[in-house]
Structure formats: structure tokens, C-alpha cells
């Protein structure tokens, strides 16, 4: 007997035991059936009964003809009879599974018709699958053939039914039926996004949504609640779906005024080295969607990344999703975003980096204020190496060109092929006013001169006859970068521009203020008009308190310059001007969410005229305005410019 059952441990995986704890039971065999089942006897925890069954070749279970076992009792109960029920759980769920062939089924309809014809039987696993195949069965689109009221009471009495099941699920259920919800709720928030409603995403989002922003936080509250419950069963997939599926929502729920979430990553602390690449990034993923933040998560998610040998198994979007919540949670890890950094490097190309995942990279190194030198130039490498760039999103241009100007890290070929692009656009690409501001703004803070690029975008703003949907930090930005690279495009600031700066006049911060003088002076230079008698004194006085002040102002300046702005969703605000370049849009894709950031000023660190390494970085606007608050002549080269200000600085 012993040697058989050192036989049968070595065929099977087993659960560790004490020895003498196994409890065999052996039936009459045959070929293709189980020749033996083990228990393991324990008395402290009932869940770690399990049955385990040592097979030959192509076996399958058929259920026991002849029983031999040892008395123990589990508990309360006889070793028996928990087996029994045990096996009898079992052999019914494959019955009611082979009753529910959802396989079957060609759209929603159908399913729940099935759901609704066995409601009373359905087995926990039938409920989690159903609910996967209404999620998939739904990006199908396909006619319905009842009417939306019938839907309606069927999608009411299954949620009825999920929700009084929930006491019978294990984790694995439990984070399936979350997830397949929450999946449900983003495709019919999508769909009244894109304007494209069919009858299912009315008749669902009656009952999985409270508003058209907030889910139905019945069903998500039980559910959070019974994931409370089942924590700590729960493994590293588990933990990250079930994160995942309420960072979709965007709802974080509190059980007992705890924050599930909380409770989420302190277990997933106890057990991060078990999670996968995957499981790691959309953890941090979806913290950072919920804008929750938990240091040690992070710190421990960083560590483990850290300590691996090298990111091998981490694919493209693993690395973008990861370094994008931490720069969008505000979190440094200076070893983690190294180790990213060097393993991207070391790859042999980034051909299977998609656009987004390179601008999302980018963007969160320029955000968490790391220099990344190999980095940069290997993507923008990638990027000139492209043929064509048409698969790159508005979104994702203007985060890339922002990215190289916020790390002051020059890449020629990349801003002319990027220029290039925008330039030649035929109006299919769709820019917000916050990419416009954020591309010129990039091009003049790196003193990249394309007139080409500036003279669409120019010419595109001229054509709108309102400009209210830009802020004012886009006009200040606009106006600052056409005058810093001294592109003259004077049909961009016409009437309609003047009009947008009286109706903001009261917006402008200091910074702005001052930018605006900058292109007003410019302006006159080109015989153009410039700001409006209703707001030019005050520009003209923050110009002057800028320049006369320490370098205390610019400080609490570039405080404001890392400004992120959450974009919405695409078409969120339909009502938005077009422009030539392209529709104004919004845009966000789940677990590949670009945020985009926004800069408020131009960044220009305080100037010493006492030293010609800090005039060089000033540029030539910048210099003639100091030469005319000095007096002196402003005609010239920039090297002119310079010259004379330092002849100058003995008498300053």
C-alpha cells in the first residue's frame, strides 16, 4: 500500500500532508479510469478537502464502484459523507453546464432566454460564464428580437438572481462576474459616447446604471462586499481583475467605510511575487484610473520589477501601462523606471511598440521628471524609422513632442518628421486645442523652427470664428510660441483671437500675462495688431515685474508647468469647433489611457546678463526684449544681440 502510494504522488501534484493523513480509497479499475482517489485529512481548515485522482493514460472520471477508506472525521462531518457531497457538487455542475450550452448561443438574445429557462438551477460557474458571453455577445451588434422592455425584466431578474448567488461564489467567480459587468457598463458608456445605442445598451443601462456616469452601485456594492469577504482566498489574478474591473467603473467602493481597494492592495503586497507581468500592470493601472493612492503598492509592484533578472515576459503594453501609472499617480521609483528604461534600450528594435505605447512611455518619463537619454533617442530613432506615421493619434504626436521639450532633450529628425506630418494633414486627424497649444509650444520651448507646421496650425485657428473652447493657457501658449519662433502667420490672430482674450482677460495668470506682452511686442514689430487696450496695461506690468523680480516668480511658475490634464473619452464633447487640422476631440482607451499633459508657461529660467551661456539660451525675441528694456539698439543677429548685451552688463 505504501508503495502505491509513493506511485501515485509521483504522477500527481499533491497537497503536502502529514504522513498518515491520507485517507485512500480505491475502487475496481479499468483502463481509462481513476485507480485511486487521496484525501487529505485536516482539522483546522474544511476548505483544504480536496479530491485528486491519479489516472492513466486518457482517463476519465466515471465515479466509484467499490469504496475502502480509513475512519477520520473532518470537523463535525464524517470523511464520508464530505466526500460524498463533495463529489455529488461536482458531478451536478457538469450536469447543469452540459444543460446551459451557451456555445450555442448567436447573440444576447439567446442567452438570456437560456439564463432564464434554468434560473433556478444555475450554478455559480453557469452565472459567471453567462454574464462573459452577454460582454462578448454585445461588441456584435446583432438585430434583437425582443423588445426592450423584455430585455429589461430579464436583465433584472439575473442581476436579481447574481446578486443572491454571490454568498456560493469562490474568488475566481467573483472577479469573473465583476469584470464581465464592468465591461458591460464601458461598452454602453462607449457607445453613448460614439452615439452609436442599439437596444441592448438601452435596456442594460436602465438597469446597470444609475446615470450615465454612475454605475449601478447595488449590484457593485454586493459584489464589492462578498469580494471583502472572499479576500483572503483570493490569488494574484483574482486581486488584479477584480481592481481592474472598478478602475473601468470608476467607482471605488467602501465596505464599512474601508475603501475595497485598500484592502486589495494590502493582499496583493502579501503575495506580489505570484503576480505575472500582466497582473502587475493592470494593478497599478487601475489604481492610478482611480486616482488611489497607495505608496506601498507601488513601492512593492516597483521592488519586485527591480529585483527580476531582466523584463523579458513584460510585453510592450505591460511596460507602457506601468510606467504610465506612475507618473500619473505621481509616484517615483527611480530603480523601476531605470530597469524600464534599460530593458527598452537593450532591445533590438521597437517595432512591436504600438504608437501609443510609445507616447504613453515618453509622456510618463517627461512627467515623473526622469532623463532617460538611451531612452529617448531610441524611440525617436523608432519613430523617424517609421514610413509612414498616419497610425499615430493627434493625441499621441502632441504627448511625444511634449515629452522631448519637457526633458529639454533634442531629437532634430524626429520634430521635422512629426512637423512633416501635421503639416501635410488633410484634415482626417483630429486635434483638441490642447495638442495645438502643447505641439507649438514643444517646437518653440526646443527653438525648432518649422513653418511649415506653424503656418497649418495658424491657418487653422483663423478659420474658426470662435475660439471659446480654447482656454486661456492655450491662447498664451499659441501667441508665445508664434512669437518665440518668430513665424509670422497674421491671419491666426484675428478678430475672433482678440475677441477670446477680452473674454478671458480676468483668466490669465501672471505667466500668462507676461507671455501675451511677449507676442504683443512682436506683433507691433510686424506691423500686426496686438493685445487689446483692455488688457494690455496689465500685460505690460507682469512683463516688467517678471524681468525687474528674482528668480522666486519663475520658481512658482515652473510649479505649475507639470500640469496633467485627464483627457476624456473620444467625441465626449461633440459640440467642439473643427479645425482644418482636424476635428476637436477626446480621447481615452481603457487600459492604454493617454493622458495629456499641458504646459502653462515657457519654462525660461531666470537669465543672468552677466553671462553669455545664459543669454544662449534665451531666444531672439527674448533678447530684444531685454535689449529694449535696457535702451538699447535691438536690430541684429542673435550673436549681435548678445555682444551687446554684454557690453552693456558694467553699467547695468
Same mark, same amino acid.
Given at each position: 500500500m505504501l508503495l502505491a502510494t509513493r506511485q501515485l504522488r509521483h504522477?500527481?501534484?499533491?497537497?503536502?500532508?502529514?504522513?498518515?493523513?491520507?485517507?485512500?480509497?480505491?475502487?475496481?479499475?479499468s483502463l481509462d479510469a481513476p485507480q485511486m482517489l487521496i484525501l487529505p485529512y485536516s482539522s483546522r481548515d474544511s476548505s483544504s478537502c480536496g479530491l485528486l485522482t491519479a489516472r492513466s493514460n486518457n482517463a476519465v472520471t466515471n465515479g466509484w464502484q467499490q469504496l475502502h477508506f480509513r475512519s477520520a472525521r473532518f470537523g463535525r462531518?464524517?470523511?464520508?459523507?464530505?466526500?460524498?457531497?463533495?463529489?455529488?457538487?461536482?458531478?451536478?455542475?457538469?450536469?447543469?453546464?452540459?444543460?446551459?450550452?451557451?456555445?450555442?448561443?448567436?447573440?444576447?438574445?439567446?442567452?438570456?432566454?437560456?439564463?432564464a429557462k434554468h434560473i433556478h438551477s444555475l450554478h455559480p460557474n453557469q452565472t459567471a460564464a453567462a454574464w462573459t458571453f452577454i460582454s462578448k455577445l454585445m461588441m456584435k451588434d446583432l438585430r434583437c428580437q425582443q423588445n426592450r422592455f423584455e430585455l429589461e425584466q430579464q436583465m433584472r431578474s439575473f442581476l436579481q438572481h447574481t446578486t443572491h448567488s454571490l454568498i456560493r461564489c469562490n474568488p475566481r467567480q467573483l472577479s469573473t462576474i465583476t469584470l464581465t459587468i464592468a465591461k458591460i457598463v464601458g461598452n454602453i458608456r462607449e457607445a453613448h459616447q460614439r452615439r452609436r445605442v442599439n437596444i441592448y445598451h438601452q435596456a442594460f443601462g436602465k438597469v446597470l446604471q444609475e446615470s450615465s456616469s454612475n454605475p449601478n452601485q447595488g449590484i457593485f456594492h454586493?459584489?464589492?462586499?462578498?469580494?471583502?469577504a472572499n479576500l483572503p482566498r483570493f490569488d494574484a489574478r483574482c486581486l488584479s481583475n477584480t481592481a481592474y474591473a472598478y478602475a473601468l467603473l470608476g467607482y471605488d467602493p467602501k465596505i464599512d467605510e474601508r475603501s475595497l481597494m485598500g484592502g486589495i492592495a494590502e493582499k496583493s503586497i502579501e503575495c506580489i511575487h505570484q503576480f505575472e507581468p500582466q497582473h502587475l500592470?493592470?494593478?497599478?493601472w487601475s489604481y492610478a484610473k482611480l486616482n488611489v493612492d497607495n505608496s506601498r503598492l507601488f513601492q512593492s509592484v516597483g521592488d519586485n520589477i527591480v529585483a527580476m533578472d531582466d523584463l523579458r515576459s513584460f510585453n510592450p503594453q505591460n511596460l507602457a501601462n506601468i510606467v504610465w501609472a506612475y507618473a500619473k499617480n505621481n509616484t517615483t521609483h527611480a530603480g523601476l523606471f531605470q530597469k524600464v528604461g534599460d530593458g527598452i534600450v537593450a532591445m533590438v528594435d521597437l517595432s512591436s511598440f504600438a504608437p501609443q505605447n510609445l507616447a504613453n512611455i515618453v509622456w510618463a518619463y517627461a512627467t515623473n521628471k526622469t532623463r532617460h537619454h538611451g531612452l529617448f533617442q531610441k524611440v525617436g530613432d523608432s519613430i523617424v524609422a517609421i514610413n509612414d506615421l498616419s497610425s499615430f493619434k493627434p493625441q499621441e504626436l502632441a504627448n511625444i513632442v511634449w515629452a522631448y521639450a519637457t526633458n529639454n532633450l533634442q531629437h532634430p529628425n524626429l520634430f521635422r518628421k512629426v512637423g512633416d506630418v501635421i503639416a501635410s494633414?488633410?484634415?482626417?486627424?483630429?486635434?483638441?486645442?490642447?495638442?495645438?497649444?502643447?505641439?507649438?509650444?514643444?517646437?518653440?520651448?526646443?527653438?525648432?523652427?518649422?513653418?511649415?507646421? $506653424? @503656418?497649418?496650425?495658424?491657418? !487653422?485657428?483663423? +478659420?474658426?470664428? /470662435?475660439?471659446? #473652447?480654447?482656454?486661456?493657457?492655450?491662447?498664451? *501658449?499659441?501667441?508665445?510660441?508664434?512669437?518665440?519662433?518668430?513665424?509670422?502667420?497674421?491671419?491666426?490672430?484675428?478678430?475672433?483671437?482678440?475677441?477670446?482674450?477680452?473674454?478671458n482677460k480676468n483668466e490669465f495668470i501672471t505667466m500668462h500675462l507676461t507671455q501675451l506682452y511677449r507676442w504683443h511686442v512682436w506683433q507691433i514689430e510686424k506691423s500686426n495688431t496686438g493685445l487689446p487696450e483692455s488688457i494690455r496695461e496689465r500685460c505690460e506690468q507682469a $512683463? @516688467?515685474?517678471?524681468?525687474? !523680480?528674482?528668480? +522666486?516668480?519663475? /520658481?512658482?511658475? #515652473?510649479?505649475?508647468?507639470?500640469?496633467?490634464? *485627464?483627457?476624456?473619452?473620444?467625441?465626449?464633447?461633440?459640440?467642439?469647433?473643427?479645425?482644418?487640422?482636424?476635428?476637436?476631440?477626446?480621447?481615452?482607451?481603457?487600459?492604454?489611457?493617454?493622458?495629456?499633459?499641458?504646459?502653462?508657461?515657457?519654462?525660461q529660467p531666470s537669465i543672468n546678463p552677466s553671462k553669455a551661456t545664459d543669454l544662449e539660451l534665451m531666444t531672439v525675441p527674448e533678447l530684444k526684449d531685454l535689449l529694449r528694456t535696457k535702451g538699447l539698439k535691438v536690430g541684429g543677429r542673435k550673436e549681435e544681440l548678445i555682444a551687446r548685451l554684454l557690453e552693456e552688463v558694467p553699467r547695468l
Open positions: 504522477k500527481c501534484s499533491l497537497i503536502s500532508a502529514p504522513r498518515g493523513s491520507w485517507n485512500m480509497m480505491q475502487r475496481r479499475t462531518l464524517p470523511l464520508l459523507q464530505r466526500w460524498r457531497s463533495t463529489t455529488s457538487y461536482q458531478s451536478n455542475s457538469k450536469k447543469q453546464t452540459d444543460r446551459l450550452p451557451l456555445d450555442n448561443c448567436r447573440n444576447v438574445d439567446e442567452v438570456l432566454q437560456l439564463v454586493a459584489l464589492a462586499k462578498a469580494t471583502d500592470a493592470n494593478t497599478v494633414s488633410d484634415g482626417s486627424k483630429v486635434f483638441t486645442t490642447q495638442n495645438l497649444a502643447n505641439i507649438v509650444w514643444a517646437y518653440a520651448k526646443l527653438d525648432v523652427k518649422h513653418p511649415g507646421l $506653424f @503656418k497649418k496650425i495658424g491657418k !487653422s485657428i483663423g +478659420a474658426l470664428d /470662435d475660439l471659446s #473652447s480654447f482656454e486661456p493657457q492655450h491662447l498664451a *501658449n499659441i501667441a508665445w510660441s508664434f512669437a518665440v519662433t518668430d513665424i509670422d502667420v497674421p491671419v491666426a490672430f484675428n478678430d475672433a483671437f482678440t475677441r477670446a482674450l477680452v473674454q $512683463f @516688467k515685474t517678471s524681468r525687474s !523680480s528674482s528668480s +522666486a516668480p519663475h /520658481d512658482e511658475c #515652473s510649479s505649475i508647468l507639470h500640469e496633467t490634464i *485627464n483627457v476624456p473619452k473620444e467625441n465626449h464633447l461633440p459640440e467642439c469647433n473643427e479645425i482644418l487640422v482636424g476635428n476637436i476631440s477626446y480621447e481615452d482607451d481603457g487600459l492604454k489611457a493617454s493622458t495629456a499633459p499641458i504646459e502653462n508657461t515657457d519654462s
